[in-house]
């Protein structure tokens, strides 16, 4: 197969890419330039997007001995990914900019183009699995499933992605189960960025300040913090910049009258109003979706039948909880996932987290959280 | 993917680089094998230096300069910054009000990013010549500037011929008027050496800047003519060598072989360059072909004063709705070796700085392919990218399609 090889210039996406070219493919290595203004984005050996970076996948493509290009993607992703971030944090709610990414990015405006030059598949650095088995009708499935790798799957991020891209996406390193594995591949094919750190960051927020962008890009919009039962508590510089859950830098001045902690228990962007509150005001049971994704079969998810014993994950590397899901028609006639939990309530979902049903380590469906409650 | 009856890949690219001419390697390898420091006294030092004053004499010969005029860098971005910055330096000395530099909008980046680098650090005020919808640069406004501010200019720097576009520039008419306000010209004629004639003294410039390696020769040497009455600063400081305005011990091998590649491709002119001009109209007639929506930029080989104004080895087209990048690796794929013409930072494709000044809308720009040819090119070549530009096109334009910003989902 042609192979196009997304290469960030890490030690994952290297590792990927040579383990396409071992399996006989034609690869061509791509690395994927997000930002025409390289010094607004994080610098150094952290980042998947500084100039060193695009140097790092140029020398990995030139030991694998593969073709190598720069696609300039920097006006889709900040016209997707970036407005997404900024848009769903104004309204309120919290996206994950990676999902997007993802969505928009990798497994669409890469992989479309990819697609059009006449490449089979794209294949990523990204710690998830694919398996293959007959159907009933004797067609091929492909399933997603979680990295036997606990601590770096990453299937929550990939389940986005529609049946029809997840036939044309390869992940290599889906079997790792350990990233020292991966790096020990890396060393013993001599690619220099085998000891390279991990990035953790969001790329676009050059210094892991992401209040501190979200001022800089939104303006600062000052405003009151108030307890359930309305009474001022403290101010803020943009009700945006906060997210349900959130404990930390809320920068209450007073203790509250009990002693306990306080939440972020809800944002209110239409009054610019922050409301505070005690950590059992955030525990849910009872989740509702829109814009959903299916990558299980449709006769897996007939519209109103549950689904149990399944699991759901609201947070790239929260615990899966148990539920029970079924498929449904949003407010905004998008498809939609409803969600009941039946073991123990989750805390701190807020509306714009993506949701991922799973069943054992399969991923069955994904959803963008609309409204999460106490049942 | 690369079959045994696979041709060899069809090279399109010599303005980027030439491979090395037979005579060349053989000039390089047979001075390479000798030790010998042109500054020594005793008899190794005399050899080398013999073999740099007689590379100086030809260089000199091959260019209609005198050899006191050669000064050897480490090729064409050096000269351009030793011509930017020395003669600015060394205008402003004798006369602190000369601060603006006037440079074309065409020009390469190592002109350009010397001149606004002086702007940054040095005082200097630097005026774009525009161009017009060909890449010639615009004379009244040259006239106008001049006029204006004559007293003023540390110097005029226009390329002889566009390393994008192949746009010969007038040169000739550029030096008259700087002239008549005492003002030098540099002019940057890496590209048209070999090309079109190139004549040092008759040009009337006062500084000019070739490299080995776009004419046969090897990587890493090239010179500046400098007349001896121009003032200039060095810009490496050292042991004094090239009369104390380019210091550091002389890289002989690659100085005989430029040498001998410029003689050799100076000699070859005449009759080379009629032969690439029939190629590459050869190349623009297949490429229209293919695509008659591929529009060619720069002037048109095939109009009545086109076929003077334009190198005879480039062609230079942009491809509505697809983009350089695609093409470049579609073609690439398909054994053929071209360019976007532009420069890159880190890898990534700008939308070019010299189709931006022609007025070539951005959205344009970003379809660009150069093609260019040198000694070695064959019809076989042209026959292979026009064979291979059907499928080439196609695909890139699919790709544009969804990946344009604001594409298609």
């Not at chain 1, 609201?314 to 969600?339: L, Q, S, Y």
Request: net charge negative; charged share 25%; aromatic share 4%.
């Amino acid at each position: 197969m042609r192979v196009l090889a997304a290469m960030s210039g890490g030690v994952d996406s290297a590792v990927a890419a040579a383990l396409a070219v071992e399996a006989g493919h034609d690869v061509v290595g791509v690395h994927m330039a997000l930002s025409r203004n390289r010094d607004q984005f994080r610098t150094g050996s952290r980042g998947c997007c500084s100039i060193e970076d695009a140097g790092d996948a140029r020398r990995a493509a030139d030991v694998l001995g593969i073709p190598y290009y720069v696609w300039d993607l920097s006006e889709r992703f900040e016209e997707t990914v970036v407005a997404d971030f900024l848009a769903e944090y104004e309204a309120g709610r919290t996206p994950n900019p990676c999902v997007r990414c993802n969505e928009h990015i990798k497994f669409e405006a890469l992989l479309d183009k990819a697609t059009a030059l006449g490449f089979d598949a794209v294949a990523t650095g990204h710690y998830a699995q694919v398996v293959t088995r007959e159907g009933a009708d004797g067609t091929v499935v492909r399933e997603l499933h979680r990295s036997p790798n606990d601590e770096k799957d990453q299937s929550y991020v990939l389940a986005v992605m529609g049946p029809d891209r997840l036939a044309r996406a390869m992940f290599p390193l889906g079997g790792f189960a350990s990233k020292a594995e991966v790096r020990a591949e890396a060393e013993r094919r001599g690619l220099s960025v085998s000891a390279k750190p991990d990035s953790y960051d969001i790329c676009f927020v050059a210094d892991g300040d992401t209040r501190g962008f979200l001022r800089d890009r939104l303006g600062s919009r000052p405003g009151e913090v108030v307890d359930t039962d309305g009474a001022v508590v403290g101010e803020h510089d943009g009700a945006y910049a906060f997210t349900v859950g959130q404990r930390k830098g809320l920068g209450l001045g007073r203790p509250a009258a009990d002693g306990r902690a306080r939440y972020v228990v809800d944002v209110q962007v239409s009054t610019n109003t922050v409301v505070v509150g005690p950590a059992e005001l955030l525990s849910v049971d009872r989740i509702e979706t829109h814009k959903a994704v299916w990558l299980a079969a449709p006769q897996e998810h007939a519209e109103g039948a549950w689904l149990d014993d399944v699991e759901v994950q609201v947070r790239a590397h929260g615990a899966p909880v148990p539920a029970r899901v079924r498929a449904a028609t949003a407010a905004d006639g998008t498809p939609a996932i409803d969600v009941e939990l039946t073991g123990r309530p989750l805390r701190g979902v807020a509306a714009g987290q993506s949701l991922v049903v799973y069943r054992g380590t399969r991923v069955l469906g994904q959803g963008t959280v609309a409204r999460a409650w106490r049942g | 993917m690369t079959t045994p009856e696979a041709p060899a890949d069809a090279y399109l690219d010599h303005a980027a680089t030439t491979p090395m001419s037979r005579a060349a390697l053989e000039a390089y390898v047979a001075e390479a094998g000798r030790a010998g420091n042109a500054s020594s006294l005793h008899s190794a030092g005399r050899a080398a230096r013999r073999a740099v004053e007689e590379s100086r004499e030809s260089v000199a010969a091959s260019l209609g300069a005198r050899p006191s005029e050669v000064i050897f860098t480490a090729g064409g971005t050096e000269s351009d910054n030793l011509a930017v910055k020395g003669i600015f330096w060394g205008r402003r000395r004798s006369d602190p009000r000369r601060t603006r530099v006037l440079v074309s909008a065409v020009e390469h980046h190592a002109v350009l990013d010397p001149a606004f680098w002086l702007a940054g650090h040095a005082g200097a005020e630097i005026v774009l010549l525009p161009v017009d919808g060909d890449g010639r640069v615009d004379l009244a406004a040259l006239r106008a500037e001049l006029t204006e501010h004559g007293d003023e200019v540390a110097l005029v720097s226009v390329m002889w011929a566009n390393n994008e576009v192949g746009t010969v520039q007038p040169v000739r008419d550029v030096v008259r008027l700087a002239h008549q306000h005492g003002v030098p010209v540099h002019t940057d004629a890496v590209q048209a050496v070999g090309q079109v004639e190139v004549d040092f003294a008759a040009s009337g410039v006062d500084a000019m800047t070739v490299t080995a390696h776009k004419l046969g020769g090897p990587l890493g040497v090239g010179a500046l003519l400098a007349r001896r009455d121009l003032p200039i600063e060095a810009v490496l400081h050292g042991g004094g060598q090239e009369r104390g305005v380019r210091s550091g011990t002389l890289d002989v091998p690659a100085i005989r072989s430029f040498a001998v590649a410029l003689a050799e491709t100076v000699a070859a002119r005449p009759e080379r360059a009629p032969a690439l001009a029939a190629l590459r109209d050869k190349l623009v007639a297949g490429v229209r072909a293919v695509d008659p929506e591929a529009v060619l930029r720069g002037p048109d080989p095939s109009s009545d004063d086109g076929a003077a104004a334009r190198l005879p080895a480039n062609a230079h087209f942009t491809f509505p709705g697809a983009e350089g990048d695609s093409l470049l690796y579609l073609l690439d794929s398909a054994g053929v070796q071209a360019s976007t013409g532009s420069a890159c930072q880190a890898g990534v494709p700008q939308p070019s700085h010299v189709l931006l000044a022609m007025g070539v809308p951005e959205v344009e720009a970003r379809g660009a392919l150069r093609f260019s040819l040198g000694a070695t090119s064959t019809a076989a070549d042209v026959d292979r990218l026009v064979a291979a530009l059907p499928q080439v096109v196609e695909r890139a334009r699919a790709a544009g399609l969804v990946s344009a910003p604001g594409g298609a989902a």
